[in-house]
């Protein structure tokens, strides 16, 4: 109890809490705005994985291309487009989560 109340009468504890609360509300849009970004064609259930391309703002780079590996095969990237195939429909909201993905769709066969 006594740590928390040294926390608010200190500056740098405020601005702990300040830097904490910020974070926290962040974190809690990404999570409430990745839902929006993933197409309605998609399952949001079910086990058979499926075929998504991830479109971004920008050209894909290194950094993002093994950031989507962790979700499924990285199969290419073209333009603004990343192809990603065996996503489980389970990991379709954390492929969405980032800041820097538009939309997830399926992929066209």
């Given at each position: 109890?006594?740590?928390?109340r040294a926390l608010i009468r200190s500056p740098k504890g405020r601005v ?13 849009w990404l999570q409430l705005v990745a839902p929006g970004k993933i197409d ?70």
């Open positions: 109890m006594w740590i928390g702990f809490l300040a830097a904490l609360a910020c974070y926290g509300a962040w974190q809690g309605a064609r998609l399952p949001r259930t079910g086990r058979d994985p499926v075929d998504v391309v991830v479109t971004l703002p920008f050209p894909p780079e290194r950094f993002h291309v093994l950031a989507f590996q962790q979700f499924g095969r990285v199969s290419g990237t073209a333009d603004h487009e990343i192809e990603l195939r065996g996503v489980r429909p389970s990991d379709l909201r954390g492929v969405a989560r980032p800041y820097w993905v538009r939309r997830v769709a399926p992929l066209a066969k």
